[in-house]
């Protein structure tokens, strides 16, 4: 398809960290510290926020964990640092970076290592002039979120000891927890119950690292920075919108979890509903987090009871991908051999509000698809007089309607589709594409979403973090699906075979309104 390129003078504009936001002096505690999140994702991070001067100078990271690690930790993080990207072993700041990486042996539910660790966490402050200061990350299984968060509270960790700190600054004690927050709306209100005993709402950092996601930001920018989009983003120029979060890869040994979530609890409660609210939501009266969350919280809301007839589950059996064999989910480890866990879901939701009313929303996930890729698609309404319609077939492709697809990841970037004259004597139609990629105008990024979470946490800025009403609103969607899927076991699984686009119902769903998936 031809390509009309992007305005190239945005390549000289490169991504610029904003050193005006460096936090104040703290300690990192990470619970979880052995777990894969913490090596390759939260301490790469952390080391790209020091590489861009952007972390405060008096830091220290400490690692909380079961098994006794103290000597092979910090190099291990290293590996996870430089195995990461971007990095080389010989950065004169990895190093001194490393130097600050401790660690803390304990198991999460004994009460005397709590004792330990803030005995621990008042030396460190004294080495690294901390201030107090503290972001505890619960990067554990979620068994552990309301134990923890107790603990922190008996032992007098989950409020500063002091309100100012010697040298002036004001003290400060965060928590971020993982995904996923609750399995259920009960459970998740549960949670949200116990953690709100413990911590003030504005102490919670709620992570979904799809918000921290440039491309995921970008929704935004593109939505409420340009005049020229949000005039025609409602339900009298937009026919469907598509999110596609497929990956390719597997459950990657994680079977003990993924048996108890599956693709619904795993990926759409979280990072696809978010994906629909920045879409969908209404122009935020400031880029305050509180009225960034009032304006998804909104959308949520008024999405209308996702009917089971609506929704496709799916599990992938043997296939191949990207040219090699691989088994399916039930001969995955530590998965039953007939479990009922699906790890693809496609819905059909409508959100009833002014703007969207009759313009359907659909929406897949899934494990072991034909590729990774995370899009969305806007496509809009024909033109109301179709003066081309009968060029269709004669040379060119017709009129085909204009599509929008912003790509959030791998090959991030947005493209318009529309059609424009084939040069010659009749009147055929070609598709072309205009075409804006993240990688040609500002250089390719090595963030992977969680630079910007930290960095925010430790700035006290919820904007981009999950809210209690939030979490409640998409699990009190979610939840009813759960309940039906639960009531009404699978015969057919595996009913896509690996590498594939999923099961066919889920093209069903689409055709049977005279739509198709795009193909990604
Ligand atoms: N991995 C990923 O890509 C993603 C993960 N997440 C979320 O992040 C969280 C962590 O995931 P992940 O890193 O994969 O988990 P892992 O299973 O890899 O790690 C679990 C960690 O918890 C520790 N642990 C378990 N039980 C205890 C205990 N009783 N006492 C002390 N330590 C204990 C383990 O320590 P030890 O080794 O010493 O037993 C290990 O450090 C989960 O909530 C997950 O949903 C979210 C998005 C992506
Ligand atoms: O939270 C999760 O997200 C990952 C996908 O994240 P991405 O940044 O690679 O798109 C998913 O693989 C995992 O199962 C889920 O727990």
């Known amino acids: 398809m031809p390509t009309l390129e992007a305005n190239t003078s945005l390549s000289a504009a490169p991504a610029t960290p904003q050193p005006e936001r460096t936090p104040d002096p703290c300690i990192v505690v990470i619970f979880g510290a052995s777990g894969d999140l913490t090596k390759r994702k939260l301490l790469p991070a952390l080391y ?137 709306l009960n459970s998740a209100k549960a949670l949200n119950d116990e953690v709100n005993k413990v911590f003030s709402e504005d ?77 969908a939501m209404e122009p935020p009266v400031s880029f305050e987090a509180s009225a960034v969350r009032a304006e998804k919280v909104k959308v949520w809301k008024a999405i209308t009871p996702i009917h089971p007839a609506d929704t496709v589950r799916g599990q992938y059996g043997p296939g191949i991908v990207d040219g090699k064999p691989v088994i399916g989910y039930r001969q995955e480890d530590r998965v039953h051999p007939r479990s009922q866990t699906e790890t693809y879901a496609a819905l059909r939701l409508e959100i009833e509000n002014w703007r969207w009313a009759g313009v359907p929303f659909y929406i897949r996930a899934g494990k072991r698809l034909a590729k990774r890729v995370t899009d969305i698609t806007i496509q809009f309404k024909q033109p109301p007089l179709l003066l081309f319609k009968d060029q269709q077939g004669k040379g060119g492709e017709g009129v085909k309607p204009n599509v929008l697809s912003m790509r959030i990841q791998p090959d991030e970037g947005i493209t318009l589709r529309f059609g424009a004259k084939i040069p010659g004597p009749s009147m055929n139609i070609g598709t072309v594409n205009m075409d804006f990629s993240y990688a040609e105008a500002f250089g390719k990024s090595s963030a992977n979403g969680y630079e910007r ?68």
């Open 48 to 184: 790209h926020l020091e590489q861009a001067g952007l972390l405060p100078k008096d830091f220290a990271v400490v690692g909380v964990a079961r098994r006794p690690l103290e000597e092979s930790f910090a190099p291990d993080m290293k590996e996870g640092i430089v195995a990461g990207g971007g990095v080389e072993e010989s950065d004169p700041k990895l190093a001194p970076f490393v130097d600050r990486i401790q660690y803390h042996a304990m198991n999460f539910d004994d009460p005397s290592g709590y004792d330990a660790l803030k005995t621990k966490l008042a030396e460190l402050d004294n080495k690294y002039n901390t201030c107090g200061n503290r972001l505890f990350y619960l990067a554990t299984a979620p068994e552990y979120f309301s134990d923890i968060v107790n603990y922190l509270g008996e032992h007098g960790m989950a409020k500063p000891d002091v309100e100012t700190a010697p040298n002036g600054c004001k003290v400060w004690v965060r928590t971020i927890i993982e995904k996923p927050f609750g399995h259920d």
């Open 203 to 279: 102490q919670i950092f709620r992570i979904d690292h799809y918000l921290g996601k440039e491309t995921v930001q970008n929704i935004l920018v593109f939505r409420f920075a340009n005049g020229i989009f949000e005039n025609v983003w409602n339900r009298n120029y937009i026919d469907h919108v598509e999110i596609t979060a497929a990956e390719s890869i597997g459950i990657e040994g994680r079977g003990p979890f993924y048996e108890t979530a599956g693709a619904l609890r795993d990926v759409v409660q979280n990072h696809v509903m978010e994906l629909l609210s920045f879409v």
């Open 453 to 520: 979470l930290l960095l925010d946490a430790m700035l006290g800025d919820g904007t981009l973090f999950a809210h209690r009403d939030g979490v409640e609103a998409t699990w009190a969607l979610m939840t009813p699906i759960l309940e039906a899927w639960k009531k009404d076991p699978v015969k057919d699984f595996p009913n896509y075979a690996a590498g594939t686009w999923g099961p066919s119902a889920a093209d069903a769903l689409l055709e049977s309104e005279g739509r198709k998936w795009r193909k990604l």
